[in-house]
């Protein structure tokens, strides 16, 4: 059965860092690139960044580009999400999600981490 | 205000046939691939088609994709109490090299 659990997520003041992480099983974790999505609270998804299987390609949405970096270890089968600079508009709950049969396709979703940035 | 257009809402009674709408550019959906996701209330999304009209394993045939040109579409016929949920459409976008979502259509069942 595939699983990913996120973790690393409460509260951050803004200008603060937070490195949240998804725990992945039942699964080649090594051959799927990965994603992180976000949903601030009462709105829709946003993609926030994908990462290929080697871990040699990044993507970024335009609005964490310079303040996140995603990362993996797949000797450990554990994606990354490292937040610096974090801001208000950062707070949301976060989904790991395994890349499928295309580059928007997410067959496979975590529960989620909530992220607060707030003073 | 997301670059995929999507309704607000849509409702229809049980039973009944209702189509959501996602309308995009030549950079994203009319040059890849259309994907939609369910989303329950406090639950996370779920993939409900993917690759414009494939269904995943699970997925009732009662839910079908299609696409057109810079436009694709959800449908979901015989409609049940338990499809009430929030429904988006997702596609890569060749000239932000990065994912898109459409800004989610919330489905009542009346």
């Known amino acids: 059965e595939v699983q990913l659990v996120e973790s690393g997520g409460g509260l951050v003041q803004p200008g603060g860092s937070l490195r949240l992480s998804c725990a992945a099983s039942?699964?080649?974790?090594?051959?799927?690139?990965m994603n992180w999505v976000r949903q601030a609270p009462g709105k829709g998804l946003e993609w926030v960044s994908t990462i290929s299987d080697s871990g040699a390609s990044t993507y970024y949405a335009d609005s964490v580009k310079g303040r996140f970096t995603i990362s993996r270890d797949n000797s450990k089968n554990t994606l990354h999400l490292q937040m610096n600079s974090l801001r208000d508009d950062d707070t949301a709950v976060y989904y790991c999600?395994?890349?499928?049969?295309?580059?928007?396709?997410?067959?496979?979703w975590g529960q989620g981490s909530l992220v607060t940035v707030s003073s | 205000q997301s670059v995929l257009t999507q309704p607000p809402s849509a409702s229809a009674t049980p039973g009944q046939r209702v189509t959501i709408s996602c309308s995009g550019s030549?950079?994203?959906?009319?040059?890849?691939?259309v994907n939609w996701y369910q989303q329950l209330p406090g639950t996370a999304p779920k993939l409900l088609i993917y690759?414009?009209?494939q269904r995943p394993s699970g997925v009732p045939d009662r839910f079908s994709g299609s696409k057109s040109g810079t436009s694709a579409s959800l449908a979901i016929s015989g409609l049940q109490s338990e499809d009430e949920a929030d429904y988006y459409c997702?596609?890569?976008?060749?000239?932000?090299?990065?994912?898109?979502f459409g800004g989610g259509t919330k489905l009542t069942v009346l």
């Open positions: 999600a395994r890349r499928g049969n295309n580059w928007s396709s997410f067959d496979y």
């Open positions: 997702a596609v890569w976008d060749d000239r932000l090299n990065g994912v898109l």
């Open positions: 039942g699964f080649t974790f090594s051959i799927s690139a």
């Open positions: 030549n950079s994203n959906i009319g040059s890849n691939n």
């Open positions: 690759s414009n009209n």
